[in-house]
């Protein structure tokens, strides 16, 4: 495993890269509705990339043909914008990248559609603090393990479970790098955190079972038993401090 370790002018063009990011999940988040198709989120993330002079992460991606992940309920992640329509009570998982100058940014956040049930809420606030707590545990001298296991123990004694199939990356340069994040592991195991580790934490918990499926789409995966799902996802850099989240926005 060779993991890159950026210098402070490589982490500030992923700065810019990441605040790309997080605006426009925050315009997003802000916009989305009842009644609106899920491909209008893709456009406006689309047009808000132009803006900024920004590029696409995802789009043709392995042949992915959208800007944006779209995933709704019990779907987990890699959902395809198309003419699907939001319906209140939904919770969408809204999952974008941006390239700026060489550089890339990765987030994602779930959000409520209209009034949406207890149960979905308390799954998307815990979700949430699941990414709150990796973050917390990604500091210089920690191991992966405790990132990934901060993130677990955050989880499962709330009830939720952890996706184990998919993980958290390092990024930069490229959208995927190394090491792999899973989300679930032991404390003090793995590599050591050095300043300059550039990674994207994403916890998806379920409130069912662990175990995924993948749509006839061979892109979108939900919850094997149809239970639902939320996605929440940062980009941040290990620092001498605390870790500094590069994608901040709406829910930062």
């Not at 210089?140 to 989880?155: E, H, K, M, R």
């Not at 404390?187 to 006839?216: S, Y």
Request: hydrophobic share 40%; proline share 4%; with cysteine.
């Amino acid at each position: 495993m060779s993991i890159i370790i950026k210098s402070a002018e490589e982490i500030a063009a992923m700065r810019q890269a990441g605040r790309i990011v997080g605006e426009i999940l925050e315009i997003l988040s802000r916009q989305v509705r009842p009644g609106m198709k899920t491909s209008e989120l893709n456009i406006i993330a689309e047009e808000e990339l132009g803006k900024r002079g920004a590029k696409p992460s995802f789009k043709g991606y392995h042949g992915f043909p959208a800007s944006l992940c779209v995933s709704i309920n019990d779907e987990i992640v890699h959902g395809i914008p198309g003419e699907r329509v939001l319906r209140d009570g939904d919770i969408v998982s809204l999952d974008f990248g941006a390239v700026f100058d060489g550089f890339q940014g990765d987030a994602a956040v779930t959000v409520g559609i209209g009034e949406i049930s207890p149960e979905a809420k308390r799954l998307v606030e815990a979700t949430e603090g699941a990414l709150a707590a990796g973050v917390a545990a990604a500091k210089c001298g920690a191991t992966l393990g405790d990132i990934s296991a901060a993130i677990q123990n955050y989880a499962e004694p709330r009830g939720y479970s952890v996706v184990r199939e998919y993980t958290g990356h390092g990024i930069g340069r490229e959208m995927h790098e190394d090491p792999q994040i899973p989300n679930f592991g032991l404390p003090g195991t793995g590599p050591v955190m050095r300043k300059g580790m550039t990674l994207a934490l994403e916890p998806m918990l379920n409130i069912g079972d662990w175990r995924t499926q993948v749509d006839d789409d061979r892109w979108t995966v939900r919850t094997a038993d149809g239970s639902l799902s939320a996605h929440f996802e940062h980009t941040i850099a290990i620092t001498d401090d605390d870790a500094e989240v590069l994608t901040k926005g709406i829910y930062a």
